[in-house]
């Protein structure tokens, strides 16, 4: 078996501001404690960027920057190039894109079609100015990526376009992790490392899956994610990119980015 191949660890910047107030201490502390525990970058949403001038301040670097779009009402150019000018900014190599929500379960198809050519718009874009754009699956049903077909419709509309991995969303439409892995390997360039707990009742905001499980968040490898076997794919297969941990919806983050790092570190994961 080959060596495990050892990355540089992120989390988002919206778990280093909870942190904050949970610490009872400022973003900038905060930034600084994160660095301490080996987080080496953060991932903002484009939409709040407060305190985001920090991070280069205390060494940590931006690895991707994420957007909602709703793109199903109508293509905003501006809002795309402002995405782009926000990357330039903090020095984001990659961007992330969320292209809308159906308005219902009995949607039009031009709705999907819309958000097609907004991510194809986008992805354009992205190129021009040195950028990757990005998807991931999203764990609502009303969303087009929340299934690997939806995820491929949007690859096959929008050349150039990556796929960032999201360990922990695919099992929201009862999808394999492993599977969807496999499925679009050639095309990771990003790894979110999400983690959900099923199999006994754990803290924090639940989500109901469409098989009826509901999940818990979690630090990465306190779940039910094969997240160990995501990662010796992943290195594998020669995967050079962050290895992001998410847990949007933790009752404390300031204990689960804790627990992630320290847990992806004793696997060996991370540098």
Known sequence: MAEQKKYKAGTFFHHICQAARERAESVEDT??????LGYSAAEPDADDLEGTELLAK????????????SWQKGIDRAFMEDH??????????????????????????????????GMRQLSELAKENGLTLTIEDYDNALSPIATMDGMQSFLEAA??????????????SAE????????????????????????RKGEGDTLECIDGRI???????DGDIPIREVMRVLSESGYDGYVVAEHFGSRSYAENMERSILNMRKEGWVE
């Open 176 to 199: 394999d992790a492993l599977k969807a892995q496999q499925k679009f390997l050639p095309l990771i360039v990003h790894a979110h490392l999400k983690d959900r707990l099923w199999s």
């Open 58 to 69: 205390k060494g940590m670097a931006v690895s991707s920057i994420y957007r909602n779009y």
């Open 31 to 36: 930034i600084a404690w994160a660095v301490k």
């Open 215 to 221: 999940l818990y968040p979690c630090a990465v490898c």
């Open 159 to 172: 050349p150039g376009l990556k796929v960032t991995l999201d360990t922990g969303n695919f099992i929201f």
């Open 84 to 117: 782009i000018r926000i990357a330039g900014r903090l020095g984001a190599s990659k961007i992330m894109a969320i292209p809308g929500f159906y308005s219902g379960k009995d949607h039009d198809k031009a709705e999907l079609e819309k958000m097609h050519e």
